[in-house]
């Protein structure tokens, strides 16, 4: 498996993670090592660890808490780090978001996430899948 195709293997565990409610498996995804931040759309930024899983506490945890679904990631890797840009499906509409990645032992981690409102939907070309740069 590319480095690519790695990274969006790890996204699309953590799109996993969210749809099935799983805060173990969202905790398993994020750095222990490494900083992490979160953005979460409408809110400040978080910028410890313990804050970024105590917010998927409650959102995983609520429910009120959104069907989320990925369209259209699009993997980039330089070096160790590696980004996905993405759009989320949600009832009422489309987030645009950015999911940052370190390499580590295990893997790929999270080290920052980010959604917000986009003026336009993904275009009509996206797919689940994913593409590589």
């Known amino acids: 498996m590319s480095d690519q195709e790695a990274l969006l293997a790890a996204n699309a565990a953590f799109y996993r993670a969210f749809a099935e409610r799983d805060l173990p498996a969202m905790a ?4 222990q090592r490494a900083p ?3 953005i979460h759309p409408g809110w400040n930024p978080l910028t410890d660890r313990k804050a970024v899983m105590a917010s998927w506490a409650g959102i995983l945890g609520s429910g009120s ?3 989320v679904r990925c369209l259209g990631p699009v993997a980039f890797v330089t ?3 590696g980004f996905v840009i993405c759009y989320e499906v949600l009832e009422g509409g489309f987030l645009a978001a950015t999911n940052i990645f370190v390499r580590e032992a295990a893997g790929w981690t999270m080290v920052h996430h980010q959604a917000g409102q986009t003026l336009q939907g993904p ?3 996206a797919t689940d899948g994913g593409t590589v740069h």
Do not use: F, K
């Not at 398993?28 to 750095?31: D, H, K, T, Y």
């Open 79 to 81: 070096g160790d780090t």
């Open 36 to 38: 992490v931040a979160c």
């Open 123 to 125: 275009p009509q070309t």
């Open 28 to 31: 398993a995804l994020w750095s």
């Open 65 to 67: 808490s959104p069907n």
